[in-house]
């Protein structure tokens, strides 16, 4: 947490992923509760598999930088095909990093960083909530559950409410895929050995 | 009034909606495009009303706007970058033509090579064709200032440029208060609904004149530009009376006695106050939200006071072969004057994005005595 209660959260994905979603979705969560809010992505040539960066500021102030979060207090990953080094830039010892992948950190190395690393199975959390099929699952939903229960910026009722006024269709599949998310989040457990 | 979370080209789209435009035209470019797509939207659900043109390149968007002005329809159109230059010819007629029109520009870097970062040179390099420009630091600032152009430029028969940086206005989601269409019909009158041309009587306008005639009319021009000033001032008293909301042309923020000052346009001066603030740092920030016409006293009475010692000059664009440009316009409005403080530039040309860290090593190099700072050479 940073100056005037300010939380930064960078989401790292790829096109077609919905991460400017994630983080409109997430601002406006937390606006509904009264915070002080501010959302975008950045992206090249827009493209599908593209990397897409989006940004969340949360506040209890209306001051905040108008620019790219460079020391993120929360980095997501929507995979773990992302390039490490980018999704990690900026990241401090005490910051938290949420990665999508099975269970351990598909060999991010990630212990003995002084991160705190939280783990969700986003792609078979949205495949079970009927959110498209194996190998192409749609995981926005899910992430933003696990996210919003490791930020603690808003809570899951304000993100499902959003949800139902943002979400053309499928809306069970998304609101079950958001609670699965929310209670499916889990510590990176660290070896002895690879600490 | 509704508040909701939308970008600054959503914001311009509710704007146009709220103006009651008549005509729309414009073709798609990054990062402008959202605004017509939105305008589609609304206009598909029966909340705009006005005719929605698509054409096949931004010279017949802006050529349809300037027919539709000719006949006395509130017009609007959006571009960025290559598209605004692409207008570049048409963009002096509205002005000569003294064409109410409003356009806005997602600002964009001018290629090449192919950038679509935030860079300014797009609108600055329409410096001279006798637009009033506006530069936007937020996204509500962005909606108020497009309905504020309407009224300045069909009072002042000038056509208004609303300039905003892209991607971190226009693709950035933020809390804005909408007005209700009852509270800016009592600011903006309705547009005319009688044509101004007769098919009957036809006439012929803006023929060929001699050096005499248009040596005239470029006068009457430039005493139109100069009362742009009191009068835009007044019609910002009086839409914050009904939104309390107002916008200086320049706006300054900070200590009064501050030896330090900033100067910048747009978006990045909320990067540097939320800076000043998060540090408890003595500086203040000048914003200049009017360029043209430029505001030259308001500039003088901020800069030339014998307390500032140093200048900070913070553009996102470069002219070659002179500087930033809002810093050229600053010093040509301080020429002159004696006991002038130390002036610094920091130059973030090619759209680079103004971090907190990057201000930091900014005055460190302040302090080693550098005048012209690349941001660049900081990353």
């Given at each position: 947490?940073?100056a005037n209660?300010?939380k930064?959260?960078?989401i790292?994905g790829?096109?077609?992923h919905?991460?400017?979603?994630?983080a409109?979705?997430?601002a406006e969560?937390?606006?509904?509760?009264?915070?002080?809010?501010?959302a975008f992505?950045?992206?090249?040539?827009e493209?599908?598999?593209?990397?897409v960066t989006?940004?969340?500021?949360v506040g209890d102030?209306p001051?905040?930088?108008r620019?790219q979060?460079?020391?993120?207090?929360i980095?997501v990953?929507?995979?773990?095909?992302?390039?490490?080094?980018?999704?990690l830039?900026?990241?401090k010892p005490?910051?938290m990093l949420?990665?999508?992948?099975?269970?351990?950190?598909e060999?991010?190395?990630?212990?003995?960083r002084?991160?705190?690393v939280?783990?969700?199975?986003?792609?078979?959390?949205?495949?079970?909530?009927?959110l498209?099929a194996?190998g192409?699952p749609?995981?926005?939903?899910?992430?933003?559950?696990a996210?919003?229960?490791?930020?603690g910026?808003?809570s899951?009722e304000s993100?499902?409410?959003?949800?139902?006024?943002?979400i053309?269709?499928?809306?069970?599949?998304?609101?079950?895929?958001?609670r699965g998310?929310y209670?499916g989040?889990?510590?990176?457990?660290?070896y002895?050995?690879?600490? | 009034m509704e508040?909701?979370?939308?970008?600054?080209n959503?914001?311009?789209?509710?704007?146009v909606?709220?103006?009651k435009t008549?005509?729309?035209?414009a073709?798609?470019?990054?990062?402008q495009?959202t605004?017509?797509?939105?305008?589609?939207?609304?206009?598909?659900?029966?909340e705009?009303t006005g005719e929605?043109?698509?054409?096949?390149?931004?010279?017949?968007a802006?050529?349809?706007c300037?027919?539709?002005?000719?006949?006395?329809?509130?017009?609007f159109t959006?571009s960025?970058?290559?598209?605004l230059?692409?207008?570049?010819?048409l963009?002096?007629?509205?002005?000569?033509?003294r064409l109410?029109?409003?356009?806005t520009?997602a600002?964009?870097a001018m290629?090449?090579?192919?950038?679509?970062?935030?860079?300014q040179?797009?609108?600055?390099?329409?410096?001279?064709t006798?637009w009033?420009?506006f530069?936007?630091?937020?996204?509500q600032?962005?909606?108020?200032?497009?309905?504020l152009?309407?009224?300045?430029?069909?009072e002042v028969?000038?056509?208004v440029?609303?300039?905003?940086?892209?991607f971190?206005?226009?693709?950035?989601y933020?809390a804005?208060?909408?007005?209700?269409?009852?509270v800016?019909?009592?600011?903006?009158?309705?547009?005319?609904?009688?044509a101004l041309f007769d098919l009957?009587?036809?006439?012929?306008?803006?023929g060929?004149?001699g050096s005499?005639a248009?040596?005239?009319?470029?006068q009457v021009?430039f005493k139109?530009?100069?009362?742009?000033?009191?009068?835009?001032?007044l019609?910002?008293?009086?839409?914050?009376?009904?939104?309390?909301?107002?916008?200086?042309?320049?706006?300054?923020?900070?200590?009064?006695?501050?030896?330090t000052l900033?100067?910048?346009?747009?978006?990045?001066?909320?990067?540097?106050k939320?800076?000043?603030s998060s540090?408890?740092?003595?500086?203040?920030?000048?914003r200049?939200?009017?360029?043209r016409?430029f505001p030259?006293?308001?500039?003088?009475?901020?800069?030339?006071?014998?307390?500032?010692?140093?200048?900070?000059?913070?553009d996102?664009n470069?002219c070659?072969?002179?500087g930033?440009?809002?810093?050229?316009?600053?010093?040509a409005?301080l020429?002159?004057?004696?006991?002038?403080?130390?002036m610094?530039?920091?130059n973030?040309?090619?759209?680079?994005?103004?971090?907190?860290?990057?201000?930091s090593?900014?005055?460190?190099?302040?302090?080693?005595?550098e005048k012209?700072i690349w941001?660049?050479?900081?990353?």
């Amino acid at each position: 947490m940073k100056a005037n209660g300010l939380k930064e959260i960078r989401i790292h994905g790829r096109g077609g992923h919905g991460v400017v979603f994630a983080a409109t979705a997430l601002a406006e969560a937390a606006y509904r509760e009264g915070k002080f809010v501010q959302a975008f992505g950045i992206y090249g040539a827009e493209r599908r598999g593209a990397p897409v960066t989006a940004f969340v500021r949360v506040g209890d102030r209306p001051e905040m930088p108008r620019c790219q979060i460079q020391q993120p207090d929360i980095v997501v990953s929507f995979d773990t095909n992302l390039p490490k080094e980018q999704v990690l830039k900026g990241l401090k010892p005490g910051g938290m990093l949420l990665l999508n992948c099975p269970d351990s950190s598909e060999g991010w190395d990630l212990c003995g960083r002084g991160y705190l690393v939280r783990l969700v199975d986003a792609s078979q959390i949205a495949v079970k909530s009927g959110l498209g099929a194996v190998g192409i699952p749609v995981i926005n939903t899910a992430i933003l559950g696990a996210l919003v229960q490791v930020s603690g910026v808003c809570s899951l009722e304000s993100l499902t409410s959003v949800l139902q006024d943002k979400i053309p269709r499928h809306m069970n599949e998304n609101l079950a895929a958001a609670r699965g998310g929310y209670a499916g989040v889990r510590e990176l457990e660290c070896y002895a050995t690879a600490l | 009034m509704e508040q909701k979370i939308i970008t600054g080209n959503q914001a311009v789209a509710h704007a146009v909606r709220l103006s009651k435009t008549q005509v729309v035209s414009a073709y798609p470019i990054t990062p402008q495009t959202t605004v017509m797509e939105t305008l589609a939207e609304m206009w598909a659900a029966g909340e705009y009303t006005g005719e929605y043109v698509n054409v096949e390149s931004e010279y017949t968007a802006l050529s349809y706007c300037i027919g539709a002005a000719y006949a006395g329809a509130r017009a609007f159109t959006a571009s960025s970058a290559h598209g605004l230059a692409y207008m570049h010819e048409l963009i002096h007629w509205a002005a000569g033509a003294r064409l109410p029109l409003v356009m806005t520009n997602a600002n964009r870097a001018m290629g090449a090579p192919w950038c679509i970062e935030s860079d300014q040179l797009d609108s600055l390099s329409q410096r001279d064709t006798g637009w009033i420009q506006f530069y936007c630091a937020n996204v509500q600032e962005i909606l108020d200032t497009v309905i504020l152009a309407f009224r300045l430029a069909e009072e002042v028969h000038t056509p208004v440029m609303v300039c905003y940086d892209g991607f971190y206005l226009s693709h950035t989601y933020e809390a804005v208060n909408i007005p209700s269409p009852e509270v800016i019909s009592q600011f903006l009158p309705n547009p005319r609904t009688q044509a101004l041309f007769d098919l009957q009587t036809p006439t012929n306008h803006h023929g060929l004149v001699g050096s005499e005639a248009m040596s005239q009319l470029m006068q009457v021009r430039f005493k139109a530009m100069a009362r742009v000033f009191d009068r835009y001032n007044l019609l910002n008293t009086q839409y914050a009376g009904i939104t309390r909301r107002s916008y200086p042309a320049v706006e300054y923020s900070g200590p009064e006695n501050a030896k330090t000052l900033f100067v910048t346009a747009g978006g990045m001066a909320q990067t540097i106050k939320s800076f000043f603030s998060s540090t408890e740092r003595e500086e203040a920030l000048v914003r200049i939200k009017m360029f043209r016409p430029f505001p030259m006293e308001d500039i003088r009475r901020y800069l030339a006071q014998s307390h500032v010692e140093r200048i900070i000059l913070v553009d996102r664009n470069v002219c070659m072969g002179v500087g930033g440009i809002f810093a050229q316009e600053v010093r040509a409005a301080l020429a002159g004057l004696s006991g002038l403080p130390e002036m610094v530039e920091l130059n973030l040309a090619g759209g680079l994005d103004l971090t907190p860290e990057l201000l930091s090593k900014a005055l460190l190099a302040v302090q080693e005595g550098e005048k012209m700072i690349w941001a660049v050479n900081l990353l």
